[in-house]
Nanobody, 123 residues
Framework: QVQLAESGGGSVQAGGSLRLSCKAS????????MGWFRQVPGKEREVVGS???????TYADSVQGRFTISKGNAFNTLYLQMNSLKPEDTGMYFC?????????????????WGQGTQVTVAS
């Protein structure tokens, strides 16, 4: 059973930065694709980006060049570094794990989810 727990959300001014963390249980990184998703009320959950078992990353066009996903393997922690934040980045951010391949276009199919952490970007 995979357990995920996000932290690091908060409120920030536009142009600022935040780093989200996702603590994963056991050997999650060894076997699973990892992803970051976000959701705002009334809208579907959307992908922010993903990282596969070999460390290859993908990003949504809206965050490309501003956000970076990385893994701290020694600590079983997934990170999302968010720079140059915009008000439209506001939302609940979730990390997720799923057996490969990384089906970033199908968030509803991912098997394991954290509880989410809120990010609010003020203009």
């Amino acid at each position: 059973q995979v357990q995920l727990a996000e932290s690091g959300g908060g409120s920030v001014q536009a142009g600022g930065s935040l780093r989200l963390s996702c603590k994963a249980s056991g050997d999650t990184f060894r076997y699973y694709c990892m992803g970051w998703f976000r959701q705002v009320p009334g809208k579907e959950r959307e992908v922010v980006g993903s990282i596969d078992r070999d460390g290859r990353t993908t990003y949504a066009d809206s965050v490309q060049g501003r956000f970076t996903i990385s893994k701290g393997n020694a600590f079983n922690t997934l990170y999302l570094q968010m720079n140059s934040l915009k008000p439209e980045d506001t939302g609940m951010y979730f990390c997720a794990a799923d057996p490969p391949p990384c089906r970033v276009g199908e968030p509803a199919t991912w098997d394991y989810w954290g509880q989410g952490t809120q990010v609010t970007v003020a203009s």
